[in-house]
């Protein structure tokens, strides 16, 4: 029978100790044995024929450490079974004591989940922000921005020469033949998708109130999540403050690597180093792991789940096949199910606020 000891510290650390008698680890010793039974090469006996106590000599200690890094894991789950300890992290392995015939005594630490109260979150004071109007002359730059960067696309012409029949200029294809005007006009707007310049006027205003629209949204859901952070109390684990850390560094280094700039030598011109921006990055990494910690325990609260078939539909919505075979894995389900569900209910809590 396996005998544990669990002794909680700060921060959501958890101290598990387990002890197992001999007899109850038998039956996991003699599976792993096999494995290496099958594949020792023993001189003078068939592959996978040689007797147990030739391969225990000959691979003892790689036995024992395949046996542990096996069992170790299955008899912390089994202790931990009927505790209300939900650990988050892989578990950090010490003070291991174990020889065949003999018990097995291992330490584990672990973080569980942290203990999270979140406040009023239906009576979250956020207003939704008023659109900002597109103006005509928004709408004039940005015709004359495509316009200009169109023009420079186009074959250089010359006047003494006969032009290319309608619609052809050297190896180039186009909508409507080259224009000459020095400011955008119907040629233009057709050459590049629009009916006219009205039409494209119109178009062009749409997409500008749709960005704004949707910027507008961002900055309400923002306003939204800083709302629950305040209101959350969590004693924020340092593995989830480390995973943010990382998670803001990876895309800091794709963002500088679209620039064609290397990290280190972008962290080198801002007198910086990866401890340093982490050390200065910190209280915004906890802020971070605050508010979707909140809006977690907002999601449990108010039963929010995402079905098999809501996780399923959004998996089939990717196009690329390399990255959608990714998801043929567990772990990147459960992350693609956990944002799904944050997605969900911050959608939820639209819905809550009062307007």
Do not use: C
């Not at 789950?77 to 015939?101: E, H, R």
């Not at 010359?158 to 005007?181: C, I, K, M």
């Not at 064609?260 to 990494?285: C, F, H, M, V």
């Amino acid at each position: 029978m396996i005998s544990k000891n669990i002794v909680r510290q700060p921060k959501s650390g958890v101290e598990i100790t387990v002890s197992v008698p001999w007899e109850d680890l038998s039956p996991l010793w003699d599976q792993n044995i096999q494995k290496f039974i099958a594949e020792a090469e023993v001189p003078g006996f068939r592959k996978g024929q040689a007797p147990i106590d030739m391969v225990e000599q000959r691979s003892g200690s790689a036995i024992q450490q395949e046996f542990l890094k096996t069992a170790m894991p299955q008899l912390l789950m089994q202790a931990l079974q009927g505790t209300d300890v939900v650990p988050i992290d892989y578990p950090q392995y010490s003070g291991i004591s174990f020889q065949k015939g003999q018990p097995l005594t291992f330490k584990a630490l672990v973080t569980e989940r942290p203990k999270v109260t979140v406040g009023n979150y239906k009576a979250v004071a956020v207003k939704r922000p008023e659109a900002k109007q597109v103006t005509e002359e928004e709408v004039t730059k940005m015709v004359t921005d495509l316009f200009n960067r169109w023009k420079l696309r186009q074959p250089a012409q010359d006047p003494t020469q006969n032009t290319s029949p309608a619609g052809e200029a050297g190896s180039l294809t186009f909508n409507q033949p080259p224009t000459t005007s020095e400011t955008p006009d119907d040629n233009f707007a057709k050459a590049v998708g629009a009916q006219d310049l009205n039409d494209l006027r119109t178009k062009i205003k749409a997409d500008l109130e749709g960005e704004i629209k949707y910027n507008s949204e961002l900055d309400y859901e923002e306003a939204i999540l800083q709302e629950v952070e305040k209101m959350t109390q969590v004693e924020v684990p340092d593995v989830l403050v480390t995973d943010e850390l990382n998670r803001m560094l990876v895309s800091l280094q794709r963002n500088v690597a679209d620039k064609g700039i290397l990290l280190d030598d972008y962290l080198k011109s801002q007198n910086e180093t990866p401890e340093s921006i982490r050390t200065k990055w910190r209280p915004q990494a906890e802020k971070n792991v605050r508010m979707e910690l909140g809006l977690a325990e907002v999601a449990r609260l108010e039963n929010v789940t995402i079905s098999d078939q809501e996780l399923f539909d959004e998996i089939n919505k990717i196009q690329d096949n390399k990255l959608k075979t990714q998801f043929e894995s567990e772990e990147p389900r459960m992350h693609l199910r956990h944002a799904l569900r944050q997605t969900k209910t911050l959608n939820l809590l639209k819905t809550l606020i009062p307007a």
